[in-house]
């Protein structure tokens, strides 16, 4: 039986329709989905009747509602989901909660900011495991500036564009779970591409622990 994974898509910038049709396209996905594109359709109770939870939102309610979903406190589920065991993936919204000091503690960094969208290479990490099967490929997307804030990071994947070089997928454990990072993902040319499809599989099969 297949692991089951809740996926939290849906705001102002990027639409819960992309998010699922990705992860729909994915073909040998080792887990299930079950979406969620409400921010108010959540509890901590709920995320432990799943494997792996992935955040691939902003703090948005939903699409048309920027109040935030997470706000002081609910973070700490997310942490306590971890040390606990569970497998955290977050994919690029799910990396803008800059102000939300417990979700960036557990993600080991933050969005800081991105230029304009255009070209945007994407570099995985030569023999590491994340990246295996994964070659160097060229998209349209959002370059991610970010913030790495822990020294335990062990970073599989770089983007580089005219703006610079950046960090844009990680891996750390805390306490008895495991979390994966994937910063690309603005686009559905991201989404839908092979390279970035194997990226994201790769993550799943590693939080599910069929590494």
Same mark, same amino acid.
């Given at each position: 039986?297949?692991?089951?994974?809740?996926?939290?898509?849906?705001?102002?910038?990027?639409?819960?329709? !992309?998010?699922?049709?990705?992860?729909?396209? !994915? /073909?040998?996905?080792?887990?299930?989905?079950?979406?969620?594109?409400?921010?108010?359709?959540? =509890?901590?109770?709920?995320?432990?009747?799943?494997?792996?939870?992935?955040?691939? &939102?902003? *703090? #948005?309610?939903?699409?048309?509602?920027?109040?935030?979903?997470?706000? *002081?406190?609910?973070? =700490?589920?997310? @942490? =306590?989901?971890?040390?606990?065991? /569970?497998?955290?993936?977050?994919?690029?919204?799910?990396?803008?909660?800059?102000?939300?000091? $417990?979700?960036?503690?557990?993600?080991?960094?933050?969005? !800081?900011?991105?230029?304009?969208?255009?070209?945007?290479?994407?570099?995985? &990490?030569?023999?590491? +495991?994340?990246?295996?099967?994964? &070659? =160097?490929?060229?998209?349209?997307?959002?370059?991610?500036?970010?913030?790495?804030?822990? &020294?335990?990071?062990?970073?599989?994947?770089?983007?580089?564009?005219?703006?610079?070089?950046?960090?844009?997928?990680?891996?750390?454990?805390?306490?008895? /779970? @495991?979390?994966?990072?994937?910063?690309?993902? #603005?686009?559905?040319?991201?989404?839908?591409? +092979? $390279?970035?499809?194997?990226?994201?599989? *790769?993550?799943? @099969?590693? !939080?599910? @622990?069929?590494?």
């Amino acid at each position: 039986m297949k692991n089951r994974a809740l996926v939290f898509c849906g705001d102002a910038w990027h639409p819960s329709a !992309l998010v699922q049709e990705g992860f729909s396209a !994915l /073909g040998g996905a080792p887990v299930e989905f079950d979406f969620t594109s409400g921010g108010d359709q959540w =509890s901590p109770a709920r995320l432990k009747e799943f494997a792996i939870v992935v955040v691939a &939102k902003a *703090n #948005h309610l939903c699409a048309m509602d920027q109040r935030p979903w997470l706000t *002081n406190g609910t973070p =700490s589920a997310f @942490r =306590s989901f971890v040390q606990t065991g /569970g497998g955290l993936f977050l994919i690029h919204g799910g990396m803008c909660y800059r102000e939300q000091p $417990e979700m960036r503690a557990v993600t080991g960094g933050t969005f !800081l900011s991105h230029p304009d969208p255009g070209p945007v290479t994407i570099e995985p &990490k030569l023999g590491h +495991p994340l990246a295996a099967n994964v &070659k =160097s490929f060229a998209v349209h997307d959002e370059h991610y500036f970010v913030a790495l804030d822990v &020294k335990n990071a062990d970073v599989f994947l770089r983007t580089c564009s005219e703006h610079g070089m950046q960090p844009a997928g990680w891996i750390r454990t805390e306490g008895e /779970g @495991r979390v994966c990072v994937l910063t690309p993902g #603005h686009s559905r040319e991201v989404w839908l591409h +092979p $390279e970035y499809q194997t990226l994201v599989r *790769n993550g799943l @099969r590693w !939080l599910a @622990r069929m590494d």
